[in-house]
């Protein structure tokens, strides 16, 4: 879209949101490259944010679509590659909300635990169980959290012996997911919130907490699938909240 119409990603978090994508159909035709007006961009752009913020982005397209200079041999091959790559987008994306549904089904009919811990969706569920299968195949929590390749790297050099970043090792979809489930953690989860304010008095920068509370997450979890109960949170966090807030 960039080759065709330069400066359009830059308007657009995510060049396939849905609202970029209802614009480049309206605005990528053979016949009528860019010729759509301000009131049908603004239109097409209501359906996806506040009206007045739709105003403002449509006139930003308008402005770019009219100083858009197309060559010639480039304008039929993006114009086709763009027709192809659209509905092959919208055939993935709807087939992924599929998987999810299935996915959401699947653990919904397993009774698991992990959705007791706050941080923790459906989804996020479905992968955890689905890269960790069996627990009993792990001795222990160290060689689960090697597993998820949360574990620090170790650097030796003669007799030195130091550690740094996470392996990165084992399940890399595991990982990802434990990360995702992060943040979200850090703010709804008593246990990661008071973990992440504590990390922060000591001065770590903020991805040194996600990563600590990712291999927190994944601790909890162990604990609540292996002892086949509901996740709690401690009475002395509980009683430290009630303190805080008065």
């Known amino acids: 879209m960039d080759v065709l119409c330069r400066g359009y990603t830059n308007l657009f978090s995510d060049v396939f949101s849905p609202s970029s994508i209802a614009i480049m159909k309206a605005a990528v035709r053979t016949t009528r490259l860019f010729e759509t007006d301000v009131e049908k961009l603004t239109n097409i752009l209501s359906k996806f944010m506040p009206r007045h913020t739709a105003e403002m982005k449509a006139g930003k397209l308008q402005a770019l679509f009219q100083n858009a200079v197309v060559p010639e041999h480039m304008k039929d091959i993006c114009v086709l590659e763009l027709h192809m790559i659209i509905p092959q987008y919208e055939l993935l994306k709807l087939q992924v909300k599929r998987i999810e549904h299935r996915i959401e089904m699947h653990i919904k009919d397993t009774n698991t635990h992990l959705l007791t811990i706050p941080g923790i969706g459906i989804l996020t569920a479905g992968a955890i169980l689905g890269e960790l299968g069996n627990l009993s195949r792990f001795n222990s ?9 949360l574990d620090p790297s170790v650097m030796e050099s ?87 807030a008065q």
Do not use: W
Request: hydrophobic share 35%; glycine share 6%.
């Open 141 to 149: 929590i160290d060689q689960l959290t090697a597993f998820a390749g």
């Open 158 to 244: 003669g007799r030195s012996r130091r550690t740094g970043h996470i392996s990165k090792r084992g399940s890399p979809m595991l990982r990802e997911a434990l990360y995702g489930a992060a943040l979200p953690a850090s703010r709804v989860n008593p246990v990661c919130q008071q973990f992440y304010q504590r990390l922060k008095a000591k001065g770590k920068h903020h991805k040194v907490c996600m990563v600590a509370i990712a291999r927190k997450l994944l601790h909890i979890a162990y604990s609540v699938e292996t002892n086949q109960r509901d996740f709690y949170v401690p009475a002395y966090i509980t009683e430290q909240q009630v303190k805080t």
